[in-house]
């Protein structure tokens, strides 16, 4: 399978908790981004990296979230200090250069207690 | 400020009925208007990629269409395993702007 890979694909924390998720991109991409998605909405933009570089980040994304990606290969996203309103499901996407379409992995759903 | 409108919310077809989804979107500096399927549980899967107004695209019993500030799902028979979210995306900046999504149930 070569499709964007995720792990964990659930995680249950308390409150208060750190949580760190990884992102597998397709090989040859050099973009990945990290989307949050709650029930009964679309994905929200979260951050975006091409290659190893962190280009933009949401205004949404609290000093509790940082996301790296070294190498430009895989990436994490660390949250800090949990919250309840952390619950969602997180996507990460990948890109190549040239193309426009971003590609989703399963996603991570946290579950914040 | 841009933004991506999706309708109706919830749709319910019987199989063989078809119907349209609307997207209706404001992002300037569109570089591409996407649709994604997505299953319960499950990460939004690519369906259809349109760059510029006029432009049409096919998959099985899907068409998607591109105006200039809209975007058109058709669901030509629909069957029952069509039924998911159907999620609109407009790309400014690199990033995904997303709608809601439309929900369709598709019944025997």
């Known amino acids: 399978d070569t499709g964007v890979s995720q792990d964990p694909r659930h995680k249950i924390t308390k409150r208060g908790q750190n949580v760190t998720f990884r992102c597998d991109p397709i090989s040859e991409h050099n973009r990945l981004y990290w989307y949050r998605q709650t029930l009964g909405q679309g994905p929200e933009f979260l951050t975006y990296?091409?290659?190893?570089?962190?280009?933009?980040k949401s205004r949404l994304l609290s000093d509790r979230f940082s996301a790296e990606r070294p190498k430009g290969s895989f990436s994490t996203l660390e949250i800090q200090r949990t919250e309840q309103g952390d619950s969602a499901m997180y996507l990460c996407?990948?890109?190549?250069?040239?193309?426009?379409?971003?590609?989703f992995g399963p996603g991570t759903r946290l579950t914040v207690l | 400020e841009d933004q991506v409108t999706q309708s109706p919310e919830a749709l319910r077809l019987q199989e063989g009925e078809s119907s349209s989804l609307n997207c209706s979107y404001t992002?300037?500096?569109?570089?591409?208007l996407f649709w994604y399927r997505q299953d319960p549980g499950k990460g939004p899967e690519f369906l259809f990629t349109?760059?510029?107004a006029g432009e049409e695209k096919e998959k099985e019993r899907l068409k998607a269409t591109l105006t200039k500030k809209e975007s058109f799902l058709h669901i030509t028979a629909p069957k029952p395993e069509d039924s998911a979210t159907y999620l609109c995306?407009?790309?400014?900046?690199?990033?995904?702007?997303f709608g809601s999504g439309t929900r369709l149930l598709v019944r025997p």
């Open positions: 992002v300037s500096g569109l570089r591409g």
């Open positions: 349109l760059y510029s």
């Open positions: 990296f091409q290659n190893e570089a962190q280009l933009e």
């Open positions: 995306a407009a790309e400014g900046s690199y990033k995904l702007i």
């Open positions: 996407a990948s890109s190549s250069g040239l193309a426009h379409t971003q590609y």
